[in-house]
């Protein structure tokens, strides 16, 4: 058997072809930030075991928007940016793990299959939509600034529907970005079995983090959030009790692996009863 090179797939001769390159994962964006209270029942849901609600707020949400552009080590990607280039929308609820409170992401969509093929690693469940938030710029004849009377718009489609939609109007500087999404990640890496009917193949829970983190000035204003049923989608199942707040932030991150918190995958013996 030949040798093979690649850290994902297609893995060939050369490893050219490989979705995306090994880690790390730099990241430099743009994050527009919704956080607002559910019912704690419908983020319960989402946490598959051997995760349980966050002791505090557990029913508070995040819904991100973020543009990002990303490169790996050799920063070849910016010169060609329709490989560093791409935005998303994540919800992002907490939770706990043996008396630790993590983050979640439990939906995610984005617009570039090299990003789905980063959250098949990280565990995150990536799926294609279509994104869209207002650009901030220096000059003001077509942008807003990241300044107090800033209004920005974010919206996000998946499957030919509106899913949600956003309105931020800046009012002043924030200490925070928000809390829900402030903790480690904790995802689930699951391999589905080959088998009709078998369980899954392989089950981690992982967690993983920012190996460096930079931000920007945070501003928080007054902001205004609408979800949309789907036939497809069950984004508004996580219904808009109350608002928390709204958020804007330039922030750079560098992604270099998480670590193992728990192997799942069912023994061989207890697989075949």
Known sequence: MNDQLGFFFPRTATGRSSIIPAPP???????????????????????????????????????????????????????????????????????????????????????????????????????????WQTRPHPFSQAAPQVAAGGVFGATLAAGDRRLAQAVLTLREPSETNGFVNGHPMAHHRIYPGIGKGSPDSYVELIASGAREFEAGPAWTGDVELELFDSPTEELARLSVDEIIGGYYRQVGVVWDGGRNLATLTPEPAAAAQ
């Open 25 to 131: 994962w730099y990241y430099s964006g743009d994050l527009l930030t919704v956080e607002y209270r559910t019912d704690p029942a419908r983020v319960a849901e989402l946490l598959p075991a051997p995760l349980e609600l966050a002791p505090d707020d557990p029913g508070a949400v995040a819904l991100i928007w973020a543009d990002w552009q990303s490169c790996s080590s050799s920063r070849e990607e910016l010169l060609d940016p329709v490989r560093s280039q791409y935005k998303e929308a994540f919800v992002v609820v907490r939770c706990a793990f043996e008396g630790v409170t993590y983050s979640r992401c439990v939906y995610i969509w984005v617009d570039k299959d090299f990003a789905i093929a980063r959250g098949m690693h990280q565990g995150y469940p990536k799926k294609f939509g279509s994104m």
